[in-house]
């Protein structure tokens, strides 16, 4: 038996050894035992027996790992499954496993130690990918594939457009243009910017102005968060809200039949005062009826007076005393009706009563002049002494006037704009003195009225004309040439 023989000879023995020992849980005595060995040729072991040998003793390996890996998964896995997402049983519902990170969003979030309790985790804020072109993917940040667009405005991650600042929101993308909705559509940081949202603003108007702060409504729109006043007064032709509904002069309240500015009027109980000294204009429509209270009367006489375009419509006069009617003044030709209270009793109460029987709206005056006034044969325009005071005189209509020596009436004809013509004809119906004409007005807009041009004539009938080189109120002034007074006709004369 050569070496190699007998060592492998005593490595089996050596092993049988060892298994019968293992086998039995004791260790045998072979000091008496007769072990005889059978030569065997110098035979070398075939291959495939080696092979197979060393499968086996793979096999055995790769059992003995597979199984080791086992047994670790299966700790793993009750590792995770006691308790919360992979602590121990001693964590709070909804713990976490520290160190373990998970995606919210595009946000990624990370469960951290819980120092309350020690072993367990608790997951942090969501935050932001280090790296602008990353975005959480499953349970971390990676850099994607491809653009992602959550919201289908083109921006996004990895986008031809560029990154957005939402992609949860498609009304918001850098230079969408920002509306009022409470959202950065401009991705700016900044909500409903260059708006005015939150300045302060006014509403209403006049008595109805209340100031608030402007916001957006449900369509996108700024407004103003405030209710204005509700003063509710009568709506007038005045460009202010009166009864607060948020709109000026409506209701017609710019209707020329509404225009009267001494209305209400129509009856006993609310007329309108008409002091001793005064004249009023009034506008009367079609079946109105307007009454005045004659006021300030002493012992002297006094002449109460209505002058109108009859042409225009016609309009009655009736006077009262006590309310009782004492005097009716009906003419469908004169356009001037006159009484005179020669000694009115301070105990009595006397009213004048105005109807428009036509069927158009008209203008009127209506004056109440002391008998001992400067001169006697003074008209119903007066007074009219200044261009304050002066008359109104509508166009078309052809009146009497009277002015008194060392006087002089004036009349206010409208206002005319750039390009429109001016013309006012004078006619001298008794020829017992002379007459001149004069036109004021303020054309340059400076608050200065002067005189633009007269007619200074010495005969009957005197005409002054003017193109306006601007937007102004005109006055004619009629004045005796000397001291003498004089009748007079007055025409304002339309030009197209």
């Avoid at 109108?308 to 003419?331: A, H, K, R």
């Avoid at 005179?340 to 109440?368: E, K």
């Avoid at 004619?476 to 009748?487: A, E, H, K, L």
């Amino acid at each position: 038996m050569n070496k190699l023989h007998a060592a492998l000879l005593a490595l089996v023995l050596a092993a049988s050894a060892c298994a019968s020992s293992d086998e039995s849980g004791e260790t045998e005595n072979n000091q008496n035992t007769d072990v005889r060995m059978t030569p065997t040729n110098n035979v070398p072991m075939p291959n495939n027996a080696n092979n197979a040998n060393n499968a086996n003793n793979l096999n055995n390996v790769n059992n003995v790992n597979n199984q080791n890996n086992v047994n670790n998964q299966n700790n793993s896995n009750n590792a995770t499954n006691n308790g919360n997402n992979g602590t121990n049983n001693n964590c709070p519902q909804g713990s976490c496993l520290p160190g373990v990170t998970d995606c919210m969003g595009v946000q990624q979030r990370t469960c951290v130690e819980d120092v309350a309790n020690p072993g367990c985790g608790v997951w942090g804020p969501a935050e932001d990918c280090a790296s602008p072109q990353e975005v959480c993917v499953t349970t971390r940040c990676e850099i994607p594939q491809g653009c992602i667009d959550n919201d289908n405005d083109t921006f996004g991650i990895n986008c031809p457009a560029g990154p957005d600042c939402n992609d949860s929101d498609n009304e918001i993308f850098p230079g969408n243009p920002e509306v009022c909705d409470g959202k950065d559509n401009d991705c700016n940081a900044m909500n409903d910017d260059g708006l005015g949202v939150g300045m302060s603003c006014m509403t209403g108007t006049g008595a109805c102005q209340a100031m608030g702060t402007s916001a957006c409504d449900a369509q996108g729109m700024v407004y103003c968060d405030v209710v204005p006043g509700m003063v509710g007064e009568p709506e007038i032709c005045d460009g202010i809200d009166n009864d607060c509904n948020m709109i000026p002069d409506d209701g017609g309240a710019c209707d020329i039949c509404n225009l009267d500015p001494n209305e209400p009027n129509d009856s006993f109980a609310d007329a309108t005062p008409l002091p001793v000294g005064s004249r009023m204009l009034g506008i009367i429509c079609p079946g109105d009826t307007e009454y005045f209270v004659l006021s300030g009367l002493g012992s002297s006489g006094v002449r109460v007076g209505m002058k109108y375009p009859e042409l225009i419509s016609n309009l009655n006069f009736v006077t009262y005393t006590n309310q009782v009617q004492v005097g009716t003044f009906d003419s469908s030709t004169a356009d001037e009706e006159i009484v005179v209270l020669s000694a009115p009793n301070a105990n009595d109460t006397y009213h004048l009563q105005i109807t428009n029987s036509g069927t158009s709206f008209n203008y009127y005056h209506v004056s109440n002049i002391p008998e001992s006034y400067g001169c006697p044969a003074e008209d119903t325009f007066a007074p009219n002494q200044t261009r304050q005071t002066a008359a109104l005189l509508p166009g078309g209509w052809r009146a009497d006037g009277v002015v008194c020596s060392n006087s002089e009436d004036w009349y206010f004809l409208g206002e005319y704009a750039v390009g429109e013509t001016v013309r006012v004809d004078m006619f001298d119906t008794d020829v017992t003195g002379d007459l001149d004409m004069e036109l004021y007005g303020d054309p340059d807009g400076d608050g200065t009225y002067q005189q633009i041009t007269r007619s200074a004539g010495g005969t009957t009938d005197e005409i002054v004309q003017y193109v306006s080189s601007g937007l102004s109120d005109y006055f004619v002034r009629v004045v005796p040439f000397g001291s003498t007074g004089d009748q007079y006709e007055i025409l304002v004369t339309p030009i197209p």
